[in-house]
């Protein structure tokens, strides 16, 4: 019994030997990576040894033909490589690393089941399903008008008088916004005052401003015509003036429409 043992001993002992007197060359590494370097591991699983890369990936290693070299760290995959015979000729190892991603499960924590242990609170989440809301075309809606349905700016609006006062006519609003388009271009001493009076105002402006009936705007102008309009009430800064007498002729026109009717 004992010469079996003695036999086994010795292969034991012969096999540590050998495995430790392999000769081994010192190679150069570079680790190649996204983030910091500083602190990966380089171990050589068969010799036992290892040593730790620098802030730019550099390393030296002792290695044999075969060696299998182990390579971690945190942040980045554990990665095993085997000793080739292009790197014991070249004395140089290059080694690529690649970023770990640490990937949580999804999953709904519901704050009123909540049992202060994590483990216990995954294990008994109840996941929603998938609800699909569907409205369908929103052009075929219907809303009802409100507030902000209508934009009125008062300033701009047409015939819109603001404390008895027209500003849009006052600064000369109504001439830009309201202008008709010309039919013809004449000099403005061959227009009739009739037309020049019906460029310069719209029939709505009549209406809203002095209570004219649209039907009757153009018997009006031409009742302000022939009650004493000149061109000196349509020149350029005249305006207060022109509207002052408008005013007075609407207020006779409707005097003497009623005592007609």
Do not use: C, W
Not at 44 to 61: E, M, P, R
């Amino acid at each position: 019994m004992n010469q079996p043992i003695l036999t086994i001993t010795f292969f034991i002992v012969t096999s540590s030997f050998y495995a430790q007197h392999i000769n081994r060359i010192e190679v150069s590494g570079k680790l190649s990576a996204t983030n910091d370097m500083e602190g990966v591991t380089i171990f050589n699983t068969s010799s036992n040894k290892g040593t730790v890369a620098d802030s730019q990936g550099n390393f030296i290693l002792e290695v044999a033909l075969n060696d299998v070299l182990e390579i971690s760290a945190l942040q980045y995959e554990a990665k095993k490589v085997v000793v080739n015979t292009d790197v014991i000729a070249s004395r140089y190892l290059r080694l690529f690393l690649v970023d770990k991603v640490n990937a949580l499960k999804e999953v709904l924590l519901l704050p009123s089941q909540l049992s202060g242990n994590l483990l216990n609170d995954i294990d008994n989440v109840v996941a929603l399903k998938e609800l699909h809301i569907n409205f369908g075309n929103i052009n075929e809606m219907e809303f009802p008008e409100d507030e902000f349905t209508k934009v009125d700016n008062k300033i701009l609006k047409q015939g819109q008088l603001v404390n008895g006062l027209n500003i849009a006519s006052i600064v000369g609003l109504n001439k830009l916004i309201n202008r008709p388009v010309k039919k013809r271009f004449l000099p403005k001493e061959e227009i009739k005052l009739e037309e020049q009076l019906a460029i310069q105002y719209t029939p709505e402006f009549f209406y809203t401003n002095y209570q004219i009936p649209l039907e009757l705007v153009d018997v009006f102008i031409s009742f302000v015509v022939v009650n004493g309009l000149t061109e000196n009430y349509l020149q350029e800064g005249e305006e207060f003036q022109l509207l002052e007498f408008i005013l007075k002729q609407s207020l006779e026109f409707k005097k003497q429409k009623d005592e007609k009717n």
